[in-house]
């Protein structure tokens, strides 16, 4: 399986963005989803992530700015980012966390989200 994110930007705080994950390959739909993110001289860390079944979990941090979805007739992961902070500038990528056992572990190359007045 191949990842592409896009979508990120710069955006002043307040605003919204849209990032999206098209998967390459057959066994998107059966694939638990994950968007992660990381800051210059910080650790990835986990943003949030969607079950085949559409079952969403974020991070504490994220909870109730940012939803994760899915379509799987066009093999895509979405991370709508509402209410945009500062802190939330990263290089946003999307991965497979469960599923398949051959594409976990996959990650995109990210998008950079910048957050900034």
């Known amino acids: 399986v191949q990842l592409v994110e896009s979508g990120g930007g710069f955006v002043q705080p307040g605003g919204t963005l849209i990032l999206s994950c098209a998967a390459s390959?057959?066994?998107?739909?059966?694939?638990?989803m994950g968007w992660y993110r990381q800051a210059p001289g910080k650790q990835r860390e986990l943003v949030a992530t969607?079950?085949?079944?559409?079952?969403?979990s974020y991070a504490d941090s994220v909870k109730g700015r940012f939803t994760i979805s899915r379509d799987n007739a066009k093999n895509t992961v979405y991370l709508q980012m509402n209410s945009l902070k500062p802190e939330d500038t990263a290089l946003y990528y999307c991965?497979?966390?469960?599923?398949?056992?051959?594409?976990?572990?996959?990650w995109g190359q990210g998008t950079q989200v910048t957050v900034s007045s």
């Open positions: 991965t497979v966390v469960a599923g398949r056992l051959s594409d976990v572990g996959t």
């Open positions: 969607v079950t085949s079944g559409g079952s969403a």
């Open positions: 390959g057959s066994s998107f739909s059966i694939n638990t």
